[in-house]
Nanobody, 121 residues
Framework: QVQLVESGGGLVQAGGSLRLSCAAS????????MGWYRQAPGKQRELVAA???????TYGDSVKGRFTISRGNAKNTVDLQMNTLKPEDTAVYYC???????????????WGQGTQVTVSS
């Protein structure tokens, strides 16, 4: 019913930048918030950044001051600008959206399939 498609991952050297984008589509009545999570091999999935429908942002401690989340120019999109990347930022990055779908009073969490970000030292 709802699809999230991520783009923008890749390989970059330490100190470089990447920009991730996520677009949500489908039976969307409204989106309460969108965010980015990441999961490195052998580690739990962790919050990178999130933004509410009102524009309030939250960041993981390890990315504060380096990453910026923003709503994209198109409806139901979110971007993550990642600067001063470090090898420890290497992970699969997942887009998340809390969506109220049509004909429902409930909000559901949807996830994208993930995009690989690799930072070489």
């Amino acid at each position: 019913q709802v699809q999230l498609v991520e783009s923008g991952g890749g390989l970059v050297q330490a100190g470089g930048s990447l920009r991730l984008s996520c677009a949500a589509s489908g039976s969307i009545f409204s989106i309460n918030g969108m965010g980015w999570y990441r999961q490195a091999p052998g580690k739990q999935r962790e919050l990178v950044a999130a933004i509410t429908s009102g524009g309030y942002t939250t960041y993981g401690d390890s990315v504060k001051g380096r990453f910026t989340i923003s709503r994209g120019n198109a409806k139901n999109t979110v971007d993550l600008q990642m600067n001063t990347l470090k090898p420890e930022d290497t992970a699969v990055y997942y887009c998340n959206a809390n969506v109220r779908i049509y004909m429902s009073l409930h909000t559901y969490a949807y996830w994208g399939q993930g995009t690989q970000v690799t930072v070489s030292s």
